[in-house]
C-alpha cells in the first residue's frame, strides 16, 4: 500500500465572485490532524490563506458558511446560536450553507463528537474578530471611538447616544473588507450569550416534516441516469468472467465497465435492476473460514500488534493485596451502522470537472481529496456537495459511492445517481469491529479494587482506559498488523467506536466485583472513584432516577454503567423487565447524567441523549452481522434488528450537569458507550444472568439465567 | 408494454403512460417528482416509502404502479392543505420528533392513516401501529408523543 501523500495546492479561491459582496470574514482551519480521530489517507497542507465563512448582506442576511455536514444531530440549530451571540446579531438573520467544498471553509469532517467541541472554538473566534472589525468601520463612519460604541441586532450605535447608529448591512454595502484585527477580541463570557445555552428546536425540522427537505437522492437532475453496480458474492473473492452480452440487449439499457467495476444504466431505476440480474458473472471462490459463530476464537489466535498502556505499580503486588481475584472475557459481534439512508452519490462532469451530490460526512477530506487522488484531477475540479443526510453514525465517513458514480459518469458521458440498495448498503458497509475482552482484577473483602489487567483484542482503545481508582494496572491492546487484514470485511469507526465494547466490558466486570463483596454496584462504584466529575455525574444520576441502595442481583433489574468519551462525562440507569420464560429483555426506564462542559442547546443534547440510549439499545439486544467468510449473510432490516417502538423504555430522563462556564465537549456520542454495560448490568439485577456476549439475545439470556440457577 | 395509469394523486385526478409493473415508490419519486417518499428497504421492511392509499398507510416500494389504477394516494407533499400542515406534521415539529428526518415522511403517513383509522388510539395501539417503522436516529419516543398530541389537536378541530 502507498503511503505516499499527496500535496495540493488550494488557489486561493475568490469568494467575492462566488458569494457576491459583503463582509467575508476568514477562518483558519488549522492542521486537520488535529481535529482529526482517525489516521489520515492523505493530508492537505495548511491551507497558505484561509477560507471564509461568513458573508454579510446588505439587507443584515448574514451567511454562514461551514464545511460542517447535517445529519440529524443539530449543528444547523446549533452553530447559528453561537454566530449570534458571537456577532451580536438576531438568530433569524441567520442561514447555513453546509457541506459545499467551493463555498465553504474546509473541515475534514462531521465526527468524533467534533462539532461543538473543537470547530465552534474557530468559529466563534472568527465571528468576536468580524465583530470588531464591524466595530472597527462604524467608528470610523461614526467618527466614534470604538470602545464607544455597543451592537445590538446587528445595528452599531453610540453608547452615550443611541441616535447615532449603522447597521452591519450598510456597514457591508457592496465593499469588499478584508481586515483583520491585530489584537484578537476575546469570545464571549457565558454570562454574555443571549442564545447560547437556550433550547431551540430544529431549525430544519419545518422542511423535514413537509418532504421538502433534499437528501442526495431527491436532488432533481434532467437527463439523470441511474446506476446498478454488479456485486460479487464475498469480499474475499476475484472475477473471473463476466457476460453481459444479454444485457446490452435491452432496450434502453448501457453497460459501462472499468476495470472490474460494471455498472449498468437506465433511467428507470426497475429497469436497471432487472438488467443487472441478467449479468452472468463468475468469480474465484471464498477461502476463509470463519463465520459469526467462530469469530471470537479466530480473533483471539490472530497475528496482532501489541500496546501496552496505563501501566501504573504492579500487577502481582496488587494480586498479592487481594482477597478474590475475579476473571471475564466479553464478546461482542459485528455492528452495521444501518442509517435509513443508504450511501447516495450522484456525478455530473463538465468537461474536466466533476460535480459531485453525496451522503458523506466528509465532504472535504474523504469525498474531495480522495476522489482527486484516485482520478488524478486537480482539487478544483472536484466540487463536493453533501446535502442532508439521512444519518451517518460514522458509517459516511468512507465513501465509495463517490469514486464509483464518478467513474461511471465520466463513462456514461450523462448525470448518473447511484443509490445504494439496502442489500448493497449491508454489504459495502465498514463494520464495528468484533472483539474480545479479558479482564483479570483483585479486589479486597471490603470492596477496594487492588488490580486491573485488561486485554482488549481488534476494539479501538477508546474508553479501555480503567476510569477507577486503582493502584496496579495494565491495559493492553491487541490489534491488527499493518499489511495483514484479520476481517474477512472493512471496518471502521461507529458512533463512539471501541467505546462501546470496552465500556461493556469493564462495566459488567465492576459489577461481578461488585457482587462479589456483597455491595451495591453504584456504591461499589463511588467507593472505587476518586475522579470528581464521574462521582458528580453517577450523585446527580442517583437523585433523579431515586436509587437505593441494595447489593444484586436484587430483583429490581436496575442497572448501571459509567464512563467518558469525547471529553464528557457520563452515567447511564436503566430499568428492565426479564421474560425468564423467554428470555426476553424489556427496558422500562433510562436516565442519562452528563457533564458536557457547557451545553450551547440543552434541547438538542437531550436529543442526542434520548438516540444514543435508543440507538444504543440495538447493539446491545438484537443487532449482529450474520457473516461466512466475506459473505455478509445480513442483507436488509428483516434479519437486522433495529429498536422497534414496543421496545425502547416509555422514558428517557437526561440530567446535564450546569457547567456553562467551562469549555464545551461532545454530545453526539458519550450517552451511547453506557448502553451495553447498563443493559447487562440491569438483567443480572433481574434475575442474576451474567451475559457476556452482545448482542444480549433471548437465547443469550436464557443460557445465562440456566448457568445462575444450576 | 405501457400501460395508462389514473389515479388521484394528492386530491388531483392524473394519469401517467408507464410500464405497468415499475414500483409504485419509484414512479412517485421519479415521474411526479415527489421525493418526500424515500427508500429505505425496499421489501416493505421500513416503512420511509409509507403512502397513504385510499386513506391505508402502504409501503410503496411494495406496490406496482398499476395498483393504484383509479385510487387514492397521498404522499407527504399532499398531507398539508393550503400550506397549512396537517396537525401530525405540526405535532412533530412541536415535539421535535426527529433527527435526520429521512424516516420522518413515513413515519408520519404512517401515524396520518392510524388516526384516520382510530382518531384516539391509546398508547399501546400507537406503537402496535408504528412497530415497523424504523428509526435509526432513535426519536421514538417523542414521535409516540407527538401522535398522541396530533390525536388530541385532530379531536378538537373536528368538534364543533
Excluded at chain 1, 246 to 261: F, N, S
Excluded at chain 1, 426 to 433: A, G, I, L, V
Excluded at chain 2, 49 to 78: F, Q
Aim: glycine content about 8%; aromatic content about 8%; charged content about 25%.
Amino acid at each position: 500500500m502507498k503511503t505516499q501523500r499527496s500535496r495540493f495546492d488550494l488557489k486561493r479561491r475568490d469568494f467575492f465572485t462566488l458569494l457576491g459582496g459583503g463582509i467575508v470574514v476568514y477562518l483558519s482551519s488549522g492542521n486537520p490532524s488535529e481535529l482529526l480521530a482517525l489516521p489520515l489517507i492523505q493530508e492537505r497542507d495548511i491551507p497558505k490563506d484561509y477560507n471564509a465563512f461568513l458573508t454579510i448582506y446588505e439587507d443584515g442576511t448574514v451567511i454562514c458558511h461551514v464545511g460542517k455536514i447535517e445529519m440529524g444531530q443539530g449543528p444547523i440549530t446549533s452553530l447559528p446560536q453561537q454566530v449570534a451571540d458571537e456577532l451580536d446579531v438576531s438568530i433569524e438573520s441567520i442561514k447555513m450553507v453546509m457541506g459545499d467544498t467551493e463555498t465553504c471553509s474546509y473541515d475534514p469532517g462531521t465526527w468524533g463528537s467534533m462539532t461543538t467541541r473543537s470547530y465552534s472554538n474557530f468559529l466563534r473566534a472568527a465571528c468576536a474578530e468580524a465583530r470588531a472589525v464591524l466595530i472597527q468601520l462604524a467608528g470610523e463612519h461614526l467618527k466614534i471611538s470604538p470602545e464607544n460604541l455597543k451592537v445590538k441586532n446587528g445595528m452599531v450605535f453610540d453608547a452615550s447616544n443611541p441616535e447615532k447608529k449603522v447597521d452591519y448591512g450598510w456597514l457591508t454595502k457592496g465593499q469588499r473588507i478584508e481586515r483583520s484585527m491585530d489584537e484578537k477580541p476575546e469570545v464571549k463570557d457565558h454570562t454574555q450569550f443571549k442564545y447560547v445555552g437556550q433550547s431551540r428546536l430544529h431549525a430544519d425540522a419545518r422542511i423535514k416534516v413537509s418532504g421538502e427537505a433534499q437528501y442526495t437522492a431527491d436532488i432533481p437532475m434532467p437527463g439523470r441516469v441511474y446506476a446498478k453496480i454488479l456485486r460479487p458474492p464475498s469480499h474475499q473473492v476475484e472475477l473471473l468472467s463476466v457476460d453481459y452480452s444479454e444485457t446490452e440487449k435491452m432496450e434502453g439499457v448501457e453497460v459501462v465497465r472499468d476495470g472490474d467495476l460494471i455498472a449498468v444504466l437506465h433511467e428507470l431505476p426497475d429497469v436497471a435492476e432487472r438488467a443487472l440480474s441478467t449479468i452472468k458473472a463468475e468469480y474465484t471462490s471464498d477461502e476463509k473460514e470463519v463465520d459469526d459463530k467462530t469469530i471470537f476464537d479466530y480473533l483471539l489466535n490472530a497475528p496482532a500488534e501489541t500496546e501496552e498502556r496505563e501501566k501504573a505499580g504492579d500487577l502481582g503486588e496488587g494480586e498479592e493485596q487481594a482477597d478474590f481475584i475475579i476473571e471475564s472475557e466479553f464478546y461482542d459481534g459485528y455492528k452495521a451502522h444501518a442509517p435509513i439512508e443508504p450511501h447516495t452519490a450522484m456525478a455530473k462532469w463538465e468537461g474536466e470537472k466533476v460535480t459531485i451530490w453525496a451522503s458523506v460526512q466528509s465532504p472535504f477530506l474523504m469525498a474531495q481529496d480522495a476522489l482527486a487522488r484516485e482520478l488524478g484531477l486537480e482539487l478544483e475540479n472536484v466540487r463536493v456537495i453533501a446535502p442532508f443526510l439521512g444519518g451517518g453514525f460514522g458509517g459516511k465517513i468512507y465513501n465509495p459511492q463517490v469514486p464509483e458514480v464518478a467513474k461511471i459518469a465520466r463513462l456514461a458521458k450523462k448525470p448518473v445517481l447511484l443509490a445504494y440498495t439496502r442489500e448493497e448498503e449491508f454489504f459495502m458497509d465498514y463494520f464495528r469491529t468484533a472483539a474480545v475482552i479479558q479482564i483479570r482484577s483483585g479486589i479486597t473483602k471490603k470492596g477496594m479494587i487492588t488490580m486491573w489487567d485488561y486485554q482488549h483484542y481488534f476494539v479501538e482503545s477508546r474508553g479501555s482506559d480503567t476510569i477507577y481508582n486503582v493502584p496496579n494496572k495494565l491495559t493492553t491492546g491487541y490489534s491488527e498488523k499493518r499489511g495483514s487484514p484479520i476481517h474477512p470485511f472493512s471496518t471502521g469507526a461507529w458512533r463512539a467506536p471501541g467505546n462501546n465494547t470496552n465500556t461493556f466490558a469493564r462495566e459488567s466486570h465492576i459489577d461481578m466485583m461488585a457482587a462479589k463483596v456483597g455491595v451495591d454496584p453504584v456504591e461499589f462504584r463511588l467507593r472505587n472513584l476518586t475522579d470528581e466529575k464521574m462521582i458528580a455525574v453517577i450523585e446527580a444520576l442517583k437523585e433523579k432516577f431515586g436509587y437505593s441502595y441494595m447489593k444484586g442481583p436484587s430483583g429490581r433489574g436496575i442497572g448501571i454503567a459509567c464512563g467518558t468519551d469525547a471529553g464528557t462525562w457520563v452515567a447511564v440507569m436503566i430499568e428492565v423487565k426479564v421474560d425468564t420464560e423467554t428470555g426476553e429483555v424489556q427496558p422500562i426506564r433510562a436516565v442519562v447524567s452528563q457533564d458536557m462542559g457547557m451545553c450551547v442547546n440543552p434541547q438538542g443534547a437531550t436529543l442526542q441523549v434520548e438516540g444514543c440510549v435508543t440507538m444504543g439499545m440495538g447493539y446491545a439486544l438484537s443487532e449482529d452481522v450474520e457473516f461466512k467468510g466475506g459473505d455478509v449473510l445480513t442483507s436488509n432490516f428483516d434479519t437486522y434488528q433495529l429498536p422497534l417502538f414496543s421496545q425502547v423504555p416509555e422514558v428517557i430522563d437526561t440530567v446535564i450537569l450546569d457547567r456553562q462556564d467551562q469549555p464545551p465537549q461532545g454530545g453526539g456520542e458519550p450517552a451511547i458507550i453506557c448502553m451495553g454495560g447498563a443493559i447487562a448490568n440491569a438483567i443480572y439485577d433481574a434475575c442474576g444472568a451474567r451475559v457476556y456476549q452482545m448482542p444480549m439475545t433471548p437465547e443469550r439470556v436464557l443460557a445465562g439465567i440456566k448457568k445462575a440457577s444450576g | 408494454m405501457e400501460k395508462l395509469i389514473r389515479f388521484t394523486l394528492n386530491g388531483k385526478k392524473t394519469e401517467i403512460s408507464v410500464d405497468p409493473s415499475l414500483t409504485l415508490m419509484w414512479v412517485l419519486r421519479d415521474q411526479f417528482g415527489l421525493t418526500g417518499t424515500k427508500y429505505g428497504c425496499g421489501i416493505g421492511v421500513c416503512g420511509a416509502c409509507t403512502i397513504l392509499l385510499d386513506n391505508d398507510a402502504v409501503r410503496s416500494c411494495t406496490y406496482r404502479v398499476d395498483d393504484v389504477m383509479d385510487r387514492n394516494v397521498v404522499t407527504i407533499e399532499g398531507l398539508s392543505s393550503n400550506g397549512e400542515l396537517h396537525p401530525v406534521q405540526k405535532a412533530f415539529m412541536e415535539k421535535d420528533a426527529l433527527q435526520c428526518g429521512y424516516c420522518t415522511p413515513g413515519m408520519i403517513m404512517n401515524a396520518a392513516g392510524l388516526l384516520i383509522a382510530n382518531p384516539e388510539p391509546t398508547r399501546q395501539q400507537i406503537i402496535h401501529a408504528m412497530e415497523d417503522n424504523l428509526c435509526r436516529c432513535g426519536a421514538h419516543i417523542r414521535i409516540i408523543e407527538a401522535i398522541q398530541q396530533a390525536g388530541k389537536e385532530m379531536k378538537k378541530m373536528s368538534q364543533p
